[in-house]
């Protein structure tokens, strides 16, 4: 233990606080009279969500429910006021029948236990972020469809994908300049997902800095107000941060570039600034016409939103994407998503 008193190394500026006071400068006025609670909340103890891998041979779904989870995701908590007709929120589960991501009920803030491995050695689920599932099914991929996901590593996104029913009937190439979290990311591949699944005809790994895919780095937030190490509020570090927001508009005009006419691109952040999130998406549909010639148009998650309402909080009347805001009785996120189509 250190007596943080005499501590020499201790740091006289923490990563952490400069980020607090970072954000209290920033979100008090952009979030308004929301700031204090989703302040408490990203000071409190984050919760997970356990996505289910479907190719594990063990029954832990019965398990997990019998704690008191549910599946967020084909059971949700209902009150009778969706405004979206059936159809248009059963489209975005029947693409998805498979992902299921359990959750402990609203204010339960009850811990997972480690995941263990199977007789094959496969884990039997993936302690994530419940928000960061939403992104995969706003992508809504269907077969037929070859996806990139671009900034991949560690490889949640990535394993939430593969859950689904229609994996056979798609393509998926993984991405990630990092070799060190491609590293991370094949190793979790391989402790979730039998070889046969992980060929270069179903799935191929690459480690160019081709700027693509579009799970964004950004001030995560959460972490940099929680965490000293690898913080991005690090004073060594300023330069790096204020540098994000061209990083992801350049990864995201990459990845409007690499999608063809008709073809849809889902931009994601686990950070609540609007700097980082509709400012870069604004940006970069200006630019993808001024300097491409393509035409975009944003496509609505409301029908999402709706659907699962009751298991996340989401920001209210964002003019382009959505956002789930941490709360203290459902402390997920914070994650943006926007969603965007090529007509040209
Ligand atoms: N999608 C991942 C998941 O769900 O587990 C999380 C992605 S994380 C938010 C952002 C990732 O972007 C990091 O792994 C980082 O190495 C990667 N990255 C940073 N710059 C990049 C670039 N120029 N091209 C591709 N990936 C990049």
Redo the contacts with the bound molecule.
Sequence with gaps: RVKEKWAATHAKHPPTRLALHHFDATYSVQLGKLWPSVRVAMLSERKYGALLNNFCHDAVLVDLQAKGCRDFITNREEDGQCVFPVFTVNHYLSCHPNIKCLVFPRGDVTRFKPARPDAYGLLSYYL?DAA?VLPCLALDVQEGHNVL??????????LSLLQSQTISKWFLCV????VS?TMRLRKVLHSYVPKQFLTDEKLRITSF?????V????T?DRHSLMEDDNNIFNKIRVGERRRLPQ?QL??LLAGIEAACPGGEILYS??TLSQNQNQGVVEQAICLARENHGIQLEAVSLRPLTQMFRNTFHFAPDLHLGEMVIPHLAANFGPIYMCKLKRLT
Excluded: F, H, Y
């Design positions: 994530m960061s996901d671009l900034c991949a590593a560690p490889g949640g996104k990535t991405n990630d300049t990092s979290r800095d081709v700027q693509v895919l799970d964004v780095p950004c995560t990083l350049e990864l952040t686990c």
